[in-house]
T-cell receptor, first 114, second 111 residues
Framework: DAGITQSPRHKVTETGTPVTLRCHQT?????MYWYRQDPGHGLRLIHY???????DKGEVSDGYSVSRSKTEDFLLTLESATSSQTSVYFC?????????????FGPGTRLTVT | GQQLNQSPQSMFIQEGEDVSMNCTSS?????WLWYKQEPGEGPVLLIA?????ELTSNGRLTAQFGITRKDSFLNISASIPSDVGIYFC???????????FGAGTQVVVTP
């Protein structure tokens, strides 16, 4: 357990509304990630952060923004939700496992855009 | 897009059988991770591999880091019903770099 929580765990929203998902970690990890998981695609990286206020895009970043004002919180915002953003969203952290990186995931947020 | 090929996509096996799955890539990796995901939950890290040829076990699970550094294998021995889930591989090319994920192997175990 890497001390990762996500909120909300489930959300239904309408097309065009803004949505913010929160990832919170309690163990001072520097690296945090947001992924989306869809059938047939596996996990795809949306954005990641390598420190407070330091973020970068992943492979599917269009339509998403992120912010990290504190080490423990990494926020994912859908500025104007679309039905194609219906997905399960996972937050993850990287931790040095002694010989290399290990990545740990939160419980996920299931988002439905109607 | 996804650069890891994971196979098979699904497996239907009887309790007690062994399971094997693998991931291959065109890229050379320095880290391979294997995860299990159950419905409604996040992926859980099972095994981490860091050296070519490395063989690591976690209970009935054994994973290997391929010699070419472009592939990895996961074996589950003597499967039990609680082995049901989706197993993912993940590979990393650089330390502190991003991971790439396989699409997953769904394992169904029948009594």
């Amino acid at each position: 357990d890497a001390g990762i929580t996500q909120s909300p765990r489930h959300k239904v929203t309408e097309t065009g509304t803004p949505v913010t998902l929160r990832c919170h970690q309690t163990e001072n990890h520097r690296y945090m990630y947001w992924y989306r998981q869809d059938p047939g695609h596996g996990l795809r990286l949306i954005h990641y952060s390598y420190g407070v206020k330091d973020t970068d895009k992943g492979e599917v970043s269009d339509g998403y923004s992120v912010s990290r004002s504190k080490t423990e919180d990494f926020l994912l915002t859908l500025e104007s939700a679309t039905s194609s953003q219906t997905s399960v969203y996972f937050c993850a952290i990287s931790e040095w496992g002694g010989d290399g990186d290990e990545q740990y995931f939160g419980p996920g947020t299931r988002l439905t855009v109607t | 897009g996804q650069q890891l090929n994971q196979s098979p996509q699904s497996m239907f096996i009887q309790e007690g059988e062994d399971v094997s799955m693998n991931c291959t890539s065109s890229s050379i990796f320095n880290t391979w991770l294997w995860y299990k995901q159950e419905p409604g939950e996040g992926p859980v890290l099972l095994i981490a591999l860091y050296k070519a040829g490395e063989l690591t076990s976690n209970g009935r699970l054994t994973a290997q880091f391929g010699i070419t550094r472009k592939d990895s294998f996961l074996n589950i021995s003597a499967s039990i019903p609680s082995d049901v889930g989706i197993y993912f591989c993940a590979g990393q090319t650089d330390s502190w770099g991003k991971f790439q994920f396989g699409a997953g192997t769904q394992v169904v175990v029948t009594p």
